[in-house]
């Protein structure tokens, strides 16, 4: 006898929707065991295009897909819901500025913040939507009045923690599973701080490995900060596979133990560590011990260059933090 999972997916109309949902009731997320209720949250005018979602998700035949809804309405999408993945906002149009972005779409995590009253006790957050430290700050702080603990919640840096592995490994010529303990500090933006300095390759320290400091502290974090728009200039459309595939991968990490001596990245509420303020949204090294339970990862040396990539990222999610001071309950 298995278990049974609700989870919430919104914006399941959207590109990394479409990628997501056939390997998230597949069995690879949650086990052969687990069956899944999913729900799909859209906006209204998108429903006619989730319906042929649907419609694929019912002919793929997945054995352990128990049952899909889906609506334009978030308390009836987070009704008993244990994960909610709040990949749903307004993409950045053209010459549309960051601090639009964040206005724009700051209103709807108010009020998914909200609904998420609705669901089940042990319930998970993942927020992908962009700019998702700060949307994952408002909806965090939304659930907290009603009970729901802080470290629930989380945003998504783990693509980025996915494409600085990637890079390594391609430098040091090794597979990509060599490649461990990376970190992403701060927010899911340019500021991003990818940290070459603590990462491990084949067990040994990257810096030892690659032999050049100054490729790992120039070349390597630009090519993981600027990855995002160079798959857009090349696709025509943003990431998709990658982020979709990254977030199984950040489900998976808090569902399960992660082995001793390694860590993974994700945005979550920070307590001090590291001097970063308290109650950012912030990536950081986590260790999870299962069913989302986590710890962040202490005493890491942190290099001059480092800690000056650190206030940079802080200081800009402070910024964003001023930009929705209204949207935030009082
Ligand atoms: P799409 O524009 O393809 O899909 C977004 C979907 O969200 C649309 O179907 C839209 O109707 C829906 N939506 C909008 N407002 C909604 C609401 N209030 N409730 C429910 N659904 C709503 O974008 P897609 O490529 O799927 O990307 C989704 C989000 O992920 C964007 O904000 C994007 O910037 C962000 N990303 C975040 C990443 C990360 O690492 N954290 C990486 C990938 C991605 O760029």
């Known amino acids: 006898m298995g278990s049974t999972l609700t989870v919430a997916v919104t914006g399941a109309a959207g590109q990394i929707g479409y990628a997501i949902l056939p390997r998230l009731v597949s069995g690879e997320v949650f086990g052969q065991q687990t069956r899944v209720h999913l729900r799909l949250l859209e906006v209204a005018q998108a429903l006619p295009a989730l319906e042929g979602v649907v419609m694929e998700l019912q002919d793929c035949a997945f054995p352990l897909l128990e049952s899909i809804d889906a609506t334009d309405d978030a308390k009836v999408a987070f009704d008993g819901v244990n994960w909610a993945l709040l990949i749903g906002s307004k993409p950045r149009g053209r010459g549309m500025e960051r601090s639009d972005l964040i206005r724009d779409n700051g209103p709807i995590f108010v009020g998914q913040g909200k609904a998420l009253s609705r669901a089940a006790d042990d319930v998970q957050v993942l927020v992908v939507g962009n700019p998702a430290n700060t949307n994952c700050f408002i909806a965090m702080r939304h659930a907290e009045c009603d009970g729901i603990p802080p470290a629930r919640f989380a945003a ?175």
């Open 156 to 330: 998504m840096t783990r693509l980025d923690q996915n494409r600085a592995q990637a890079q390594l490994a391609r430098k040091a010529g090794v597979p990509v599973h060599k490649v461990t303990r990376m970190t992403i500090w701060g927010n899911h933006s340019a500021t991003q701080y990818p940290d070459g300095e603590n990462a491990c390759i084949n067990g040994l320290p990257a810096p030892q490995t690659v032999g050049d400091l100054d490729w790992l502290r120039g070349p390597f974090i630009e090519t993981v900060q600027q990855r995002g728009a160079a798959v857009i200039a090349a696709r025509g459309l943003s990431s998709a596979a990658s982020a979709a595939g990254a977030a199984l991968d950040h489900v998976i990490s808090m569902e399960t133990p992660t082995v001793s001596d390694d860590w993974f990245s994700a945005a979550v509420a920070t307590d001090g560590s590291y001097g970063i303020p308290a109650g950012l949204v912030y990536s950081l090294p986590l260790r999870s011990h299962g069913k989302g339970q986590w710890e962040i990862v202490q005493d890491l040396p942190i290099s001059d260059f480092a800690a000056g990539k650190l206030a940079a990222t802080t200081a800009e999610l402070e910024s964003e933090r001023q930009l929705i001071a209204d949207l935030l309950p009082l």
